[in-house]
T-cell receptor, first 113, second 111 residues
């Protein structure tokens, strides 16, 4: 089945630790996105990438980093510089072009120990 | 500053009621408006609207866009407990940026 796979579903981070959230898609989509969701806050854009080896910061990129070495993969690293990382993280993808809707993964819930 | 505003932020109704969810926007280079339903984890796509006045319909759900007044509504008739979810509105812009999401409306349908 085609889709977006995020792992792990749940992740715990210790103080000062970097953690990486995985996102893989087999939809052959060009663009991939990372959103953060806090209760009552909707979805806020962290980073996005429209092509391999290129990515742009979103509205809340501080304390996060990404890479896009392959079309299928867009991992997100939450660094120790992110002081409030507890949130639900959603990865999404779509084709670039007019009228292309966004598809989402099932998300990763990150909590701080 | 681009913004997407949804109202109400939360709503509790009884089964069988009809609800109307609102989404207003102020963005540059509007391309389309999308509605998503988020029950637990992954938001699922409901509608994409690009033209004013043309209603999109799927079962008990329908949506319409007003590009002059810059808003959209999502209607759900004869609500069921399975309609309980967060409904997200998002705007796509020509700039090539990502979708701009509102904060969502949390709908609870009680038996």
């Amino acid at each position: 089945d085609g889709g977006i796979t995020q792992s792990p579903k749940y992740l715990f981070r210790k103080e000062g630790q970097n953690v990486t959230l995985s996102c893989e898609q087999n939809l052959n989509h060009d663009a991939m996105y990372w959103y953060r969701q806090d209760p009552g806050q909707g979805l806020r854009l962290i980073y996005y990438s429209q092509i391999v080896n290129d990515f742009q910061k979103g509205d809340i990129a501080e304390g996060y980093s990404v890479s896009r070495e392959k079309k299928e993969s867009f991992p997100l690293t939450v660094t120790s510089a992110q002081k409030n990382p507890t949130a639900f993280y959603l990865c999404a993808s779509r084709m670039t072009g007019i009228g292309e809707k966004l598809f989402f993964g099932s998300g990763t819930q990150l909590s701080v120990l | 500053e681009d913004k997407v505003v949804q109202s109400p932020l939360s709503l509790v109704v009884h089964e069988g009621d009809t609800v109307t969810l609102n989404c207003s926007y102020e963005v540059t280079n509007f391309r389309s408006l999308l509605w998503y339903k988020q029950e637990k984890k992954a938001p699922t796509f409901l509608f994409m609207l690009t033209s004013s006045g043309i209603e999109k319909k799927s079962g008990r759900l329908s949506s319409i866009l007003d590009k002059k007044e810059l808003f959209s509504i999502l209607n759900i008739t004869a609500t069921q407990t399975g309609d309980s979810a967060v409904y997200l509105c998002a705007v796509d812009q020509n700039s090539g940026y990502a979708l701009n999401f509102g904060k969502g409306t949390s709908l609870l349908v009680t038996p």
